[in-house]
């Protein structure tokens, strides 16, 4: 069974920066796309970035600019570098394949928490 992992969150102040860490074990990392979702309070979850295999990423347009997704296939890793936060992207963190969250369980996610 695929477990996912999520680590690295926490509470930082705007403009702040945090990065977040997804462990994949399983042996389906190295052929399929990730992707970090988030799900803010009381609001459905939603992607926030993908990456496939050979590295082409792509971003939703309120974190375009400010976030970077990345990998590392031969430890089954995937990150998100999330620079310039602002309150709005406080939530809780996931990964999953991506753009369709085909694992399951999820993991238990990471929190992030951006203050005024």
Known sequence: QV?????GGGLV???????????????????SAMGWYRQPPRKQRELVATITRDGHTNYGDSVKGRFTISRDNAKNMVYLQMNSLKP?????????????????PWGQGTQVTVSS
């Open 88 to 104: 709005e992207d406080t939530a809780v963190y996931y990964c999953n394949t991506g753009p369709v969250p085909l694992l399951n």
């Open 3 to 7: 477990q996912l992992v999520e680590s």
């Open 13 to 31: 102040q705007a403009g702040g920066s945090l990065r977040l860490t997804c462990a994949v074990s399983g042996g389906i990392f190295s052929i």
